[in-house]
């Protein structure tokens, strides 16, 4: 079965600091790769999607790479602020034609002021 | 325009009860999934459905859960009986049903089965 898995339970930064979350599959390089932001309490939020044929993606202080050999995906917050303070979902597609996605458990990411 | 909306937001029940939770998505999507999300765990599909048509029921527990989607728009998600272990926030997401497109969750429902 297609796994994908994200390392780190909790990551704790500074203010200021670029936070770096790491999201691992594996199998075959899925279609595309979406992150998500979930909050307590509320259902996940769409965030970035990086394809196959694509090394990188930014947008505003997000930034997400797509490393088909090392089967790996990284998600980078730059200047990161309390207001980041989140669980960051990481989801890959699954076969081709059916579009439901696999999500790994998440990293819980605080900001301390 | 408008999220997609669930209802109820809580609900407590015994074991062996049964449950339904309800789902509109935002219009004109013709992808609706519901996931279940235990606690500190990710999302996990349990149905998709394309417009009215089931496409993905694998890790649906056929034996005490339903789903449908009635008309293509509203569907309503169903456990009976429920046991200790369905305890568990359900979410259900929609998607304009084209590839690579981002899936829209609603706030879920929190389900507690004592």
């Known amino acids: 079965s297609q796994k994908i898995e994200q390392n780190s339970e909790a990551l704790n930064i500074q203010e200021g600091k670029t936070a770096t979350l790491t999201c691992n599959y594996t199998?075959?390089?899925?279609?595309?790769l979406q992150w998500y932001r979930q909050d307590p309490g509320r259902g996940p939020v769409f965030l970035l999607l990086i394809r196959e044929n694509e090394k990188e993606k930014r947008k505003e202080r997000l930034k997400v790479t797509f490393d088909t050999t090392l089967k790996q995906s990284l998600f980078h917050i730059t200047a990161s602020q309390p207001a980041d303070s989140a669980t960051y979902l990481c989801?890959?597609?699954?076969?081709?034609?059916?579009?439901?996605?696999?999500f790994g458990s998440g990293t819980r990411l605080q900001v301390q002021p | 325009e408008a999220g997609v909306a669930q209802s109820p937001r809580y609900k407590i029940i015994e074991k062996r009860q049964s449950v339904a939770f309800w789902c509109n998505p935002i219009s004109g999507h013709a992808t609706l999934y519901w996931y279940q999300q235990i606690l500190g765990q990710g999302p996990k599909l349990l149905i998709q459905?394309?417009?009215?048509?089931?496409?993905?029921d694998s890790q649906l527990p056929k034996d005490r859960f339903s789903a449908e989607r009635l008309k293509g728009v509203d569907s309503t998600l169903k456990i009976q009986p429920a046991k200790l272990e369905d305890s568990a926030v359900y979410l259900c997401a929609s998607s304009a049903g084209q590839l690579n497109t981002e899936a829209f969750f609603g706030q879920g429902t929190r389900l507690t089965v004592v």
């Open positions: 199998n075959y390089s899925p279609a595309y």
């Open positions: 989801a890959r597609s699954m076969d081709t034609g059916r579009r439901a996605l696999t």
């Open positions: 459905f394309q417009n009215n048509g089931v496409v993905d």
